[in-house]
Structures are given as structure tokens and as C-alpha cells.
């Protein structure tokens, strides 16, 4: 069945974004408050999607009467549990940043990757926005949405402390953003392992003192966290116990 329209459940950056790339593929949109009476968001209409935040997601979906509609949810930590009131019901989640409607919706629709489940709709719109989809079952959802909290939020918290390191340097950031962008087009082309270069990778234990010596105390936890990370990638076991590091003997001696 070819979609025609959409109701969206929650005026905020998601709703938001998700109202304007529907729009612009030629959907039919009405985008809906929170608070707004919802009961009968189910009637009339192809698709309801629920882009409220994860906590509201379940409420939301209990105040909706059942309906032809498929509800979906556009959260990447939420299973379809939350739905399951409703007999066509599934997600997708774009896998992407949504700062603001506008970049949002361009974001969307730029042959981005969104995880879905459930229904097939959820993968329709997906083709309509030009994008790629998977397929992510719920017993996996926390571990997908960690690994997505890894690649995003915690890549910035990292370079949050470049922006700080820099500043007492002396040295403009965009410096090393450059040198940042460089290594992550290094692990697109040819894998993380094989990209990885530096004292770490190389065993270099008198150069990894110094810069612990170098570093500020507030710094040093995190350098030292993914010292023991690169150390692990290099030798291609990741996830196993190595010897005690010179970090990690740093630590010991500090405590």
C-alpha cells in the first residue's frame, strides 16, 4: 500500500524534522502537540508517528485509540513493547544527529541509515526519504543504541577535550580537527586497526609517560582509558586483559 499521509505525535526537533522531509517527498502531514487530544490520531490518516521523548513514548501510545493507522515510534533505545496496543505498530529511528527542523529534515532525506522494525511501513518511508535501512531486533535495541551513543556523543565529549588541550596549547583547534578528520576518512577507507597509528600502536611507554606528566590531572583519565583502547586494538584483541600498562600502573600509583 502506498502511503499518503502521516500524523506526527510531539512538536519538537524530531517531530519537527520529520514533518518537513515527509512534506517534501509528498506526504500529507499534521503535526500534533503532546498535549493535544490524541485519542482519535489513528483515524483518517496512513501513519501515526509518535516523536515524543522515549519516557512519554508508552503513554502516548495507551491514549491513542486503536485504528487502521500504523503507529510508529522514531526512538533508537525504545522497543516495539510500547506499542503493541496497536495491531500495526513498529519504528524507525534515523540514525543521524537532528539539531534543528531545518537540518534535520535535509539530513533525512540525504540517503542517511535509519534502523526499523515491525511493520513494513517504517522501511517505506525510509525509501521515500532515499535512505538505507536495518533491521534492529528489540533484544539487541539497548546494545544498538550504545553503540550509536559511541560513535556520536561520546566522539564529541573526545573532542571536546581536543578543544580544551588546544586552547592551553596555544594552538587553533581546527588544527587538530583537521588531523581528526584525516583519521576517521583512515578507518572509512580501511578499518579501524589498520588506521591506527601513534605512540600507543607502537608501544611507545616513554612517549605515553611524558604526556601523562604533560596533561592536566582532569585530563588524564579519559587519555588514559583510550591509551588502553589503541593498546588493545593493536594487538588485535580488543576486549581481553592485557598486561598491566604503563597508564594503568600510573593509576595504581596515584591511588
Known amino acids: 500500500m502506498a502511503l499518503a499521509s502521516i500524523r506526527i505525535v510531539g512538536p519538537g526537533r524530531a517531530g519537527q524534522s520529520f514533518a518537513q522531509a515527509c512534506e517534501a517527498v509528498g506526504l500529507q502531514v499534521d503535526l500534533l502537540a503532546r498535549e493535544a487530544a490524541v485519542a482519535s490520531a489513528a483515524s483518517d490518516v496512513d501513519v501515526v508517528l509518535i516523536a515524543t521523548p522515549d519516557r512519554a513514548i508508552a503513554q502516548v501510545a495507551r491514549a491513542i485509540s486503536p485504528g487502521d493507522a500504523v503507529v510508529l515510534h522514531c526512538s533508537g533505545a525504545t522497543g516495539l513493547i510500547p506499542l503493541a496496543g496497536h495491531p500495526r505498530h513498529g519504528s524507525i529511528h534515523p540514525l543521524m544527529a537532528l539539531p534543528s527542523a531545518e ?35 528489540d533484544a539487541k535495541r539497548a546494545l544498538y543504541h550504545a553503540t550509536a551513543a559511541v560513535s556520536a556523543n561520546h566522539l564529541v565529549a573526545l ?90 600502573e600510573s593509576r595504581e600509583n596515584e591511588g
Not at 111 to 130: C, E, M, N, T
Not at 238 to 246: H, K, N, V
Open 103 to 137: 537540518v534535520g529534515a535535509t539530513r533525512l532525506r540525504d540517503h542517511g541509515w535509519f534502523a526499523v522494525a515491525g511493520d513494513p511501513a517504517a522501511a517505506q518511508i525510509v525509501d521515500l526519504f532515499g535512505g538505507q535501512s536495518f533491521v534492529v531486533d
Open 159 to 248: 573532542l571536546g577535550q581536543v578543544e580544551r588541550l588546544a586552547d592551553q596549547v596555544g594552538v587553533p583547534v581546527q588544527a587538530f580537527l583537521d588531523l581528526a578528520r584525516g583519521s576517521f576518512d583512515d578507518v572509512v577507507a580501511h578499518g579501524a586497526a589498520a588506521a591506527l597509528t601513534g605512540p600507543a600502536a607502537r608501544g611507545d611507554h616513554t612517549t605515553l609517560d611524558a604526556h601523562r606528566v604533560a596533561l592536566p590531572p582532569s585530563e588524564r583519565g579519559l587519555y588514559d582509558t583510550l591509551v588502553v583502547a589503541a593498546q588493545h586494538l593493536a594487538a588485535g584483541h580488543a576486549g581481553s586483559d592485557p598486561a598491566c600498562t604503563p597508564a594503568e
